[in-house]
């Protein structure tokens, strides 16, 4: 009797993609919420293939820098996933997260399904009644995620000490661990 390798089962995990400003700070939230099992920065929304940081920067591939957040949904749904992408950023501020402006810091829910673009539409319009003014978030469809440059991955745990991180990405981070929306890592 033979033994055969038995299929191996297929992941129950799912992906969401946004973009809420600096890719590293976005990625710094989210690796401290339960459930996100991995998330990587990268570029999506343009129009350029396999885009450099500098040309998103350069403002002429329109992507924006997002991330991608692998989930568990057994752990966290994705309903949760976007309810706290309106926390960890300003939805209302068009092409601009604080200091940083440009188009590749805008709000985005990138939907890979008709189910996740439902829940993003119910997600934007539920977020509404945190803001006093209009959210400017789109939802489109994700037709390409880029992965950004090594550099740009795990970011804020490599670099706690350097200026964007201490000034920016820690307050950010702190705040939503003292309001119970991330934990502390």
Known sequence: ??????????????????????????????????????????????????????????????????????????VI??????????????????????ADEGDQYRSVILYENEAQQVAAGKAKLAAQANYSDPIVTEIVPLKKFWRAEDYHQDYFNQHPNQGYCTFVI??????????GVIQKK
């Not at 976005?26 to 401290?32: D, G, L, N, S």
């Not at 998103?56 to 989930?71: K, L, N, Q, S, W």
């Not at 976007?82 to 604080?98: K, S, W």
Request: hydrophobic letters at 30%; glycine letters at 10%; a negative charge.
């Open 1 to 74: 009797m033979t033994l055969q390798a038995q299929p191996k089962p297929a992941s129950s995990h799912e992906f969401a993609t946004f973009g809420g400003g600096c890719f590293w700070c976005m990625e710094a939230v989210f690796q401290r919420l339960p459930g996100i099992i991995h998330s990587t920065s990268g570029y999506a929304g343009g129009t350029t293939a396999n885009p450099t940081y500098e040309e998103v920067c350069g403002h002429g591939t329109g992507h924006a820098e997002v991330i991608r957040v692998e989930f568990d949904p057994a």
């Open 170 to 179: 820690k307050p950010k981070v702190k705040k939503l661990q003292d309001h």
């Open 77 to 98: 749904s994705y309903e949760k996933v976007l309810e706290v992408f309106f926390e960890a950023h300003d939805p209302t501020t068009l092409n601009r997260q604080g």
